[in-house]
């Protein structure tokens, strides 16, 4: 058979011509160190790299941008190690969700008007990961993702510490008054050994898990440690397919159709993952130009069990999920809910990738038999409180109330929660629905993971652990409770939540998905009238291009004009 005709690169756009842009192009490679066989003919693989002095999740990503570049001189390609926003969601306020569709802008542009032909984009801290994908999939270079993978187990007095779940237990015990402040010290020493992500099942790792499974990672990369000697190996590997990738053509969108998101959602209720993962998938869909909705996700939270016990869902953690099997064991578990016929970055389809693989541990990835939860990892909310949507992580929250009624007890914004909450005389009982306006992606700003609502201070000297809770906002994915999230549209531009008073009843059904405010019509209606909008979040800059732009929770809070369908040209050489 005839060898495969080569791909145009398209960096030779830049290297190639015998042009005086291109003199002054290959003169600037040599003023790098470069000669003419470092990069003539080669493809050039941009590594997107989001480290940063003060994001601990990607602490190692300098060391692990060099095994990246060691794949691709292995593989004949030329690495070229290109910065962009890293978003810590340990450190940036209001919240790293207010720059996800930033880092997005800036990956496209970065890959569009630089001579790069495909890339690497290494990230994982909760919303890193899908800002650069979404980022990519814009520009349909051919690109895959490399995880910064999960951090250390913690560890405090010989017990197992996961990030986020045992943060939020200990607050609430300390503010009870049934731990101290120097165990309460002495925990947070402990709870963060190692760069990585949370090595719970929050968000961080619920997308990576979802970006594997829709077929952008390499198989089972998802879940490496941080620090274990394959993460390495792996983001070597990483580099070698980027350049066997740009050979091939293969590019998002020659992956990222309806059954990869399909197979996203299957995924997202199997792990118990994160609620934020719904905004994440709509945002990423849309980019794809596949239409996703939060009905897909609610179909696939009704017909699929929650299968992996790991925090906050469960009891273990990523580490053990990885030696269990990782997610290739789990998508062979759901084979039969999956589109196995979906391409992936392999040039192997989702079922070839997984076919196979074996479980190691039954307790942390069940089986049907044996499931967490027959279904409803996450579930999907609408009601006159929610008429475009809410969800709930269902997986997370105690059985007892999945049906409650009660009165609501409301907090006109984060300010008013924090200045209230542990007042003695809060109207509030175990029985009330704590509401949070003012806290979605217009009034948060950018809709900060406030969802999570501390219980009042009272309450947890009586021993209460759980209340219903409802708001605008996100809440971590490591976070865990009765929190019904992401209400749209959200009370900042007057959805229904903006009218709710405290005393009023709040109905939540979650086996009913129903989400329902019972006050009547008409006090509904003269409550509108008399609703005043409250001023813009802000006046200038960034802040006010996201104010007129950003899209509500229900449609991923992108922004409108970069979903919007078209083509933008590639970069003239003039």
């Known amino acids: 058979m005839p060898d495969p005709v080569p791909v145009p690169l398209r960096s030779d756009r830049w290297f190639g011509p015998s042009d005086l842009r291109s003199f002054g192009h290959r003169s600037r490679a040599a003023q790098l160190g470069l000669g003419r066989g470092?990069?003539?003919?080669?493809?050039?693989?941009?590594?997107?790299?989001?480290?940063?002095?003060?994001?601990?999740?990607h602490g190692h990503l300098r060391a692990r941008a060099e095994d990246v570049k060691r794949g691709v001189w292995q593989a004949g390609g030329w690495p070229v190690e290109l910065p962009v926003l890293s978003l810590a969601e340990n450190f940036q306020k209001p919240t790293t969700m207010l720059?996800?569709?930033?880092?997005?802008?800036?990956?496209?542009?970065?890959?569009r008007s630089y001579p790069v032909d495909g890339a690497v984009l290494l990230g994982g801290c909760d919303k890193t990961a899908p800002g650069l994908v979404m980022g990519a999939t814009s520009v349909d270079l051919p690109a895959l993702f490399m995880p910064a993978g999960p951090m250390l187990k913690g560890n405090y007095r010989g017990r197992v510490l996961g990030s986020g779940s045992d943060v939020w237990k200990s607050w609430d015990e300390l503010r009870a008054g049934r731990i101290t402040e120097a165990e309460w010290r002495e925990m947070e020493e402990g709870i963060a050994r190692s760069p990585g992500?949370?090595?719970?099942?929050?968000?961080?790792?619920?997308?990576?898990?979802?970006?594997?499974?829709?077929?952008?990672?390499?198989?089972?990369?998802?879940?490496?440690?941080a620090m274990d000697a394959e993460h390495p190996r792996v983001a070597a590997e990483a580099g070698r397919r980027a350049v066997e990738l740009i050979r091939e053509d293969l590019r998002p969108s020659k992956i990222l159709g309806p059954d990869a998101f399909a197979n996203a959602a299957v995924a997202l209720m199997a792990l118990g993952?994160?609620?934020?993962?719904?905004?994440h998938l709509v945002a990423m869909a849309a980019r794809a130009g596949v239409e996703f909705t939060l009905d897909d996700v609610d179909r696939a939270s009704r017909e699929v069990p929650v299968l992996c016990n790991l925090r906050?869902?469960?009891?273990?953690?990523?580490?053990?999920?990885?030696?269990?099997?990782?997610?290739?064991?789990?998508?062979?578990?759901?084979?039969?809910?999956?589109?196995?016929?979906?391409?992936?970055i392999t040039g192997k389809s989702l079922g070839e990738n997984i076919a196979g693989t074996q479980v190691h541990n039954d307790d942390v990835i069940r089986t049907p038999e044996t499931a967490l939860a027959d279904s409803g990892g996450v579930a999907v909310l609408r009601g006159n409180l929610a008429p475009d949507g809410?969800?709930?992580?269902?997986?997370?929250?105690?059985?007892?109330?999945?049906?409650?009624?009660?009165?609501?007890?409301?907090?006109?914004?984060?300010?008013?929660?924090?200045?209230?909450?542990?007042?003695?005389?809060?109207?509030?009982?175990?029985?009330?629905?704590?509401?949070?306006?003012?806290?979605g992606p217009q009034g948060g700003p950018g809709m900060p993971e406030w969802g999570m609502l501390p219980l009042p201070k009272k309450l947890l000297e009586a021993g209460v652990r759980d209340m219903v809770r409802v708001s605008d906002a996100r809440m971590s994915?490591?976070?865990?409770?009765?929190?019904?999230?992401?209400?749209?549209?959200?009370?900042?531009?007057?959805?229904?939540?903006?009218?709710?008073?405290?005393?009023?009843?709040?109905e939540l059904d979650v086996p009913a998905?129903?989400?329902?405010?019972?006050?009547?019509?008409?006090?509904?209606?003269?409550?509108?009238?008399?609703?005043?909008?409250?001023?813009?979040?802000?006046?200038?800059?960034?802040?006010?291009?996201?104010?007129?732009?950003?899209?509500?929770?229900?449609?991923?809070?992108?922004f409108d004009f970069l979903v919007q369908p078209g083509e933008n040209p590639e970069p003239a050489m003039h």
Not at 274 to 279: G, P
Request: glycine letters at 8%; aromatic letters at 6%; hydrophobic letters at 40%.
């Open 99 to 111: 720059y996800r569709n930033l880092l997005a802008m800036e990956v496209e542009e970065l890959l």
């Open 477 to 506: 994915g490591t976070s865990y409770g009765t929190c019904v999230l992401h209400v749209a549209p959200e009370s900042f531009v007057g959805g229904p939540l903006a009218l709710v008073q405290t005393g009023d009843i709040i």
């Open 390 to 439: 809410a969800v709930i992580k269902a997986s997370a929250m105690d059985p007892a109330k999945r049906r409650h009624r009660g009165p609501a007890v409301v907090f006109e914004d984060y300010a008013d929660l924090v200045a209230r909450l542990d007042d003695p005389d809060l109207p509030a009982t175990a029985d009330s629905v704590l509401v949070l306006k003012n806290a």
């Open 273 to 279: 993952g994160s609620t934020n993962a719904v905004i």
């Open 312 to 344: 906050p869902s469960g009891e273990h953690l990523m580490e053990d999920f990885h030696f269990a099997g990782g997610l290739p064991a789990l998508l062979e578990r759901l084979r039969p809910l999956l589109k196995t016929d979906a391409p992936t």
């Open 197 to 225: 992500t949370c090595m719970t099942m929050g968000t961080a790792s619920t997308m990576a898990a979802l970006i594997e499974a829709m077929g952008l990672s390499l198989p089972r990369s998802s879940s490496v440690p």
């Open 38 to 57: 470092d990069y003539h003919g080669k493809p050039v693989v941009a590594i997107v790299n989001t480290w940063s002095d003060l994001n601990p999740c």
């Open 513 to 558: 998905r129903r989400l329902h405010l019972d006050v009547p019509d008409d006090e509904l209606a003269r409550r509108r009238e008399a609703w005043q909008p409250p001023k813009p979040r802000f006046q200038r800059g960034y802040g006010a291009m996201f104010s007129a732009h950003i899209q509500q929770a229900d449609r991923g809070c992108d």
